[in-house]
């Protein structure tokens, strides 16, 4: 069974021979670190490990040209607008056309990056203009409301391109948005000011048969879980999270097969030693693993203060387990 094969059969509570394993990308700098630590120089991460290929393809979704500081004001509204153009080719993605020709005989999973979720819609990047989108949501809602759709709209337009092309096996939607004890906005306002903007994005993925919509989200969003379910998403893939509030194992028990979800193991654990490994890997994976619709991965990108030795450990221990529960469900 191959890569995509495998990713929709979990996806689709199927019968996998085991459940993909994917790796976020492991830097050059981590990869120096660890030949000093006993990696063989010129050995390739994918052949150490058995591992699946993910690609993840990404259109242009920023303004052209670059507006600054909007929404200030009604007419920069139609500025805005002209700046997101969906017909432009520029836009596309560079690797398009390897994807395309690959076509449907492709034997690796492709996502599509759709959405870059509300803070960065709203040009965030950093505190002051945080602080002004904030002030916004009380102030000028309206103008929000309006920049957000026009967003919306964009993406839509652009998927709809994309999708005509290339058949993609999830779309993410990014989406920053928490604190560490909470959403950085409400339940509520999140409803009113984002997931009604992706509306017309997520009848587009619909439209073209994608199956598995993700929401890729970081620290705590826990509260907005309800919320993008009754939308449409189906999966979740938190990252760098509050391991406390987005534990996988109660979130699978209050919203069961409706969420599927990638990720969920503790990246302080493979910094923490073997014995924080196994029990993080052996008190989650094998529960989430028998619920099905579940694709184990550490929840934020391998850094050089994980050693090779930690991280050795971790995709051994992690491949006797999933095969383990890949031969049980074949037998049974």
């Known amino acids: 069974m191959n890569s995509r094969r495998r990713f929709l059969e979990v996806m689709q ?37 058995p591992s699946d290929r993910l690609e993840e393809m990404e259109p242009d979704l920023d303004p052209t040209p670059p507006i600054a500081n ?4 009604v007419s920069q509204l139609g500025e805005l607008r002209k700046s997101l153009d969906p017909d432009d080719q520029s836009r596309l993605p560079e690797d398009l056309n390897d994807h395309v020709k690959a076509g449907k005989a492709r034997d690796y999973t492709l996502f599509l990056r759709i ?11 950093g505190w002051n203009r945080f602080s002004e989108v904030m002030e916004a949501l009380v102030k000028e809602p309206q103008l929000v409301r309006e920049s957000m759709s026009i967003r919306g709209e964009f993406a839509a337009r652009l ?4 999708l005509q092309r290339v058949e993609v096996d999830a779309v993410i939607f990014n989406e920053p948005i928490g604190g560490n004890d909470r959403p950085l906005i409400s339940p509520r306002m999140y409803e009113e000011f984002v ?19 993700i929401f890729r ?3 705590n969003a826990r509260l907005l879980i309800p919320g993008i379910l009754k939308r449409g998403f189906n999966c979740l893939w938190a990252c760098e999270v509050n391991a406390a509030a ?9 919203f069961g097969r409706d969420l599927r979800l990638i990720g969920g193991i503790d990246l302080d654990a493979l910094r923490g030693g073997k014995e924080a490994i196994r029990r993080e890997i052996e008190e989650k994976v094998p529960a989430l693993l028998a619920g099905g619709g579940y694709v184990p991965l550490a929840d934020g990108r ?10 050795t450990y971790y995709r051994r221990l992690l491949e006797a387990l999933t095969q383990g529960a890949a031969s049980r469900g074949n037998s049974a």
């Open 195 to 213: 997931l009604s903007s992706y509306e017309p994005v997520l009848a587009a993925v619909r439209q073209y048969g994608v199956k598995t919509i």
């Open 217 to 219: 989200t970081y620290a």
């Open 159 to 162: 998927a709809e391109r994309l």
């Open 70 to 73: 909007w929404p200030a004001s």
């Open 115 to 125: 959405h870059r979720g509300f803070f960065l819609s709203m040009g965030v990047r």
């Open 246 to 254: 987005m534990d996988y194992r109660d979130i699978r028990k209050e």
């Open 302 to 311: 391998v850094r050089e203060d994980v050693s090779f030795e930690n991280y």
């Open 13 to 49: 509570f199927g019968s996998p021979d085991r459940v993909p394993y994917f790796e976020e990308g492991i830097r050059d700098e981590v990869l120096e670190v660890w030949r000093q630590q006993g990696l063989p120089r010129g050995a390739d991460i994918g052949g150490l490990f």
